[in-house]
């Protein structure tokens, strides 16, 4: 049974920090591209950063050189650090696992940053 489990989301005041995980386990953790993805009320779900089974990454304009997304494969987590945040950050993030053969998503975890 594949499961994809966030934590670390809460409210923070605007220029604090917030660090994200995701869990896995199910998967062959080490063959997906991770991502974090956010959705803020009455707004589609957006791609906030990726890293690939390779440890590449790929960041939002509106979040880089705030954001670092990085990955534990001995661990099967991925993370999202999050500096310098803004009320705009302020979303449910979602956790996605993806490979050429299966998509898995997280349940989220809410951020709120108040100004």
């Known amino acids: 049974q594949v499961q994809i489990v966030e934590s670390g989301g809460g409210l923070v005041q605007a220029g604090g920090s917030l660090r994200l995980s995701c869990t896995t386990s199910?998967?062959?953790?080490?063959?997906?591209?991770m991502a974090w993805y956010r959705q803020a009320p009455g707004k589609q779900r957006e791609l906030v950063a990726l890293i690939s089974s390779g440890g590449e990454t790929s960041y939002a304009g509106s979040v880089k050189g705030r954001f670092t997304i990085s990955r534990d494969n001995a661990k099967n987590t991925v993370y999202l650090q999050m500096n310098g945040l803004k009320p705009e950050d302020t979303a449910i993030y979602y956790c996605?696992?993806?490979?050429?053969?299966?998509?898995?998503w997280g349940q989220g975890t809410q951020v709120t940053v108040s100004s």
């Open positions: 996605n696992a993806h490979s050429a053969y299966a998509d898995y």
């Open positions: 199910g998967i062959i953790f080490r063959s997906f591209t």
